[in-house]
T-cell receptor, first 111, second 112 residues
């Protein structure tokens, strides 16, 4: 059974600081996804990581994937209040597009 | 990217009744999925709905409780049957397209 662990589950950080969210998964996977969810909203796709060593960046967010360690990171640079949301990683087991989600990291950026 | 709509966006239902949720996609897609997000929780896959075949359900979800239809490549329905307060959740459909997976806006269900 594929398991996905995220940490931390809660993160409170000051504006301008850097931090990293970690996502570990238990079995081989073809794809790793990062999503953002604002309160009362659906999921917004941030990144899809496909191969070992993949790195993608969008604005203040950068995601990377290490398939050997079964680890993905979402790095936040110089956080701003607008980044406050819940971030989920999700893993696609064996190319099925059936996603297993981590529990999510609720990020609060304090001015 | 695929654009997904769901109806209704929210509903309040009495226990013992059933609700059918509709999911419409603006393009033809092979794979559609239904997820549940219980209050304050992460998402859990309910079932995979591929056109032309029976839906496949994940452990803990059964067809009698969550019957699914997939009549064509742009539409699917999920019914939540004989509802109880434990069914209060957000139900989201999603589609896989071009290596990405997109989610609908969700249906927020409250069972009283």
């Amino acid at each position: 059974e594929l398991k996905v662990e995220q940490n931390p589950l809660f993160l409170s950080m000051q504006e301008g600081k850097n931090y990293t969210i970690y996502c570990n998964y238990s079995t081989t996977s073809d794809r790793l996804y990062w999503y953002r969810q604002d309160p009362g909203k659906s999921l917004e796709s941030l990144f899809v990581l496909l191969s070992n060593g993949a790195v993608k960046q969008e604005g203040r967010l950068m995601a990377s994937l290490d398939t050997k360690a079964r680890l993905s990171t979402l790095h936040i640079t110089a956080a701003v209040h607008d980044l406050s949301a819940t971030y989920f990683c999700a893993v696609d087991g064996a190319g099925s597009y059936q996603l297993t989600f981590g529990k999510g990291t609720k990020l609060s950026v304090i001015p | 990217s695929a654009v997904i709509s769901q109806k209704p966006s929210r509903d309040i239902c009495q226990r013992g009744t059933s609700l059918t949720i509709q999911c419409q996609v603006d393009s033809q897609v092979t794979m559609m999925f239904w997820y549940r997000q219980q209050p304050g929780q992460s998402l859990t896959l309910i079932a995979t709905a591929n056109q032309g075949s029976e839906a496949t359900y994940e452990s803990g979800f059964v067809i009698d409780k969550f019957p699914i239809s997939r009549p064509n490549l742009t539409f699917s329905t999920l019914t939540v049957s004989n509802m109880s307060p434990e069914d209060s959740s957000i139900y989201l459909c999603s589609v896989a397209e071009g290596g990405e997976q997109y989610f609908g806006p969700g249906t927020r269900l409250t069972v009283t």
